[in-house]
Every structure is written in structure tokens, then in C-alpha cells.
């Protein structure tokens, strides 16, 4: 079955997405019955590409690549090239899926939950990495998607495409969850592994990481737990149906953790790990994020370099583990096309 697909955003994900359906599309077609049709793209400065045929992608990774607009798009009338914002491309694309991979706003979600809610109210499904609008306004989203007979789905949110929410929703499917405890920031555990493996102190480890591409110029959201925070929300939205929000979680990054913390630990045989909490704790949610000194048995401990993973405890598997990649161009990009897929089953 053929899924007419707009994208909004077509940075590092939206163009791993792409590259992903161009790639797998023979194994996506005979694996699953999917046939992509990428509809609509629009993006703030790459513009806008409108056509109902469909959009040959490795022309407009090949643009993209070049640096080039998708203005540029050969033989597009110019009603279809023209910049949309894409509030107007919602309106004019006859997509039935959203993927929406523009900036993460922690603090409002928008506008990617303005664009988020209009696809929902025409009839769209919507799919999304967005930390913003899942940290913020996830009951009211989902309850849009759920009026309107909708999904609103958004596996790479947490740890990019390793599958936290579809592990909970069909693999592991009739437990409870009653706590989840993880590693949901791939800079700080970089910069942690780096100060014990190699003896650094926090600076040149944390420069490292900048040096590296793990830590931005800005690095407060990764080191101040801002970001681990946010994941943490979700987790306990989702997960727990609670109704959390970030100010409601007491958060403490690893900008204060030395050298000598780190050695000290490591001489009592433990190991410090920025770790995201949640539980349901008489009926109530108890979340926190902050540096903990791990045991070397706890299964979050051995997860070293920009790894992720998270702890579930379950009622009837106990604890399960999952460990993998919490950020990555195809690794994000496979996180969204994992959602489209699951639109596509259903
Ligand atoms: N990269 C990862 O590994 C990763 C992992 C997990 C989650 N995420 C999340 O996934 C989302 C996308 O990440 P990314 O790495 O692809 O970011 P990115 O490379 O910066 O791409 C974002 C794209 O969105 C476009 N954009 C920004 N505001 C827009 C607007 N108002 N309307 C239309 N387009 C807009 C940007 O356009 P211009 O550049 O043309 O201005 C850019 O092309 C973010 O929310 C991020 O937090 C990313």
C-alpha cells in the first residue's frame, strides 16, 4: 500500500529519512507491503516542494548536498516550488502522514506544535523526533490524534530510533511499568567515560566532546541535564500516564562532578552515570535526573562512550534493558520511518 508522505523540516533526520526510503524501498515494498511517496516537503530556508506525483528523492538529496534550495528542483512548475510555510503546506498536501523534524523548543514546543496540531485537525497522521512538543503537550496532542481517529507517534524523541516506545507498546505489551531508569544523554555519558577511562578532568573532556560533534558550542541542555530532563518527562507521560512537566522534576547535570569524584567512586567500585528516573510511587509520579554512583553489576554501568539505555522494571519480565544509539542521522531518520511503518500496519 502506497503512503503519501509531507515533511516538514529536512535537516539531519528529514534527509536521513529520505536516504533511508531511497534506499530500502525494493526491501520496504516486499518486507511490508510499503510504498513511500514522499508528497510535500517544507522546510524554513531549504523552501518548499509541492507535488502530488511525488518527489524523486535522490534529486533532492542531491540538491540538499550541494547546497542548493529545492527552488532548484528540475521541471516544478512554480506554484510547487514556491516557499510555504508549512501551516499553508499542511492545508495543500494531500499527505496522510506528517513527519514533522524541525527544531526542538523546550520551552513553548512551538512552532512544531502548532504545525503538529493543524496536520492532526486535517485528517493527519503525524510522526515526529520533536523533544518540544512530546516534553509539553503530549496528553493534548495525543488526545487531538485519538479524536480524530489519528496517531501521534514519537519513537525518536527519547533515544533516537533504539525503540523505547514500541519495546513498551509490543514486545513487551501486557506488563506494568512500574520504573524506568537510564542513560538519555549520549554527551554527558561521552564526557563521564572520558574522565575515568582516561583520567580527564571535566574541561578538557567536555572540549573533547565539543571537538567531536557530540557537545554543542552551548553545551548547558546536555551538561546541565536539560535535555536527559525532558526525556524524562516523556518517559513518564507516556509510559506512566502522568502528566508531569519539567519544572516539576528536580534536575542536576554533571558540570560539578571532578576528576576526583569520578576516582573515588571508581575505587569503591562504582561508576558515575548521569542517570533520568521515574516511578510510580503511590499512585503519583516521583522522577528526577541527576550524576549517581552506579554498582559495576547494574546494567547501566558498562554502557560507555555516547551510548544510551534505559532500565525498565516490569511485573512480569522484571528488568529489561535496551541499549543503542540516543542520536544519528540515519539513526533518527530510522526512528521516524519505524513510526511511519507503524501508522502503515495499523
Ligand atoms: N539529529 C539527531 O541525532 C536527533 C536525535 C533525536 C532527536 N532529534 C530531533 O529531531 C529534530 C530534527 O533534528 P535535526 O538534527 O534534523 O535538526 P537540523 O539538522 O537542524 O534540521 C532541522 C530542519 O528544520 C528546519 N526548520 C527549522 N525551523 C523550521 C520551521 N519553522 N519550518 C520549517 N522548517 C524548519 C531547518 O531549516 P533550515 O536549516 O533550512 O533553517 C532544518 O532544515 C529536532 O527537534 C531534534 O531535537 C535529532
Known sequence: MEQKIGLIGCGTVG?????????????????????ARVVAIADKLKGSLVLP????????????GAGKGLAEYPKAAPAQVEPLDPLDMIERTEAAIIAEMTYTDIKTGEPAASYIKKALRHGKHVVTSNKGPAALHYHEIRDLARKNGLQFRIEGTVMSGTPV????????????????????????????????????????????????????????????????????????NVLFGGSLKTSDVPCQGISSITKADVEAAKAEGFRY??????????GAVAASVS?????????????????????????LMGKVTIQGAGAGKLE?????????LAVHRC
Do not use: W
Not at 15 to 35: N, P, S, T, W
Not at 273 to 282: P, Q, R, Y
Not at 293 to 312: E, I, R
Not at 332 to 340: C, M, P, R, W
Open 15 to 35: 534527509q536521513g529519512l529520505l536516504q533511508i526510503l531511497h534506499e530500502k524501498r525494493d526491501y520496504l515494498r516486499e518486507a511490508f507491503g510499503f510504498e
Open 53 to 64: 506525483d511525488g518527489i524523486d528523492i535522490p534529486t533532492v538529496l542531491d540538491l540538499l
Open 165 to 236: 516506545f514500541h519495546l513498551a507498546e509490543c514486545g513487551l505489551a501486557g506488563n506494568a511499568v512500574r520504573e524506568v531508569k537510564g542513560i538519555l544523554n549520549g554527551t554527558t555519558n561521552f564526557i563521564l567515560t572520558k574522565m575515568e577511562t582516561e583520567g580527564m578532568d571535566y574541561g578538557p573532556a567536555l572540549a573533547l566532546a565539543q571537538k567531536l560533534g557530540y557537545a554543542e558550542a552551548d553545551p548547558t541542555a546536555d551538561v546541565e541535564g536539560h535535555d536527559a530532563l525532558a526525556k524524562v518527562v516523556i518517559l513518564s
Open 273 to 282: 552515570k548521569l542517570i533520568g528516573h521515574a516511578k510510580i510511587e503511590d
Open 291 to 315: 550524576p549517581r554512583k552506579l554498582p559495576l553489576t547494574d546494567p547501566l554501568a558498562g554502557v560507555m562512550g555516547a551510548q544510551n539505555a534505559l532500565s525498565l522494571e516490569t511485573d
Open 332 to 340: 533518527t531518520g530510522f526512528a521516524i520511518l519505524s513510526d511511519i
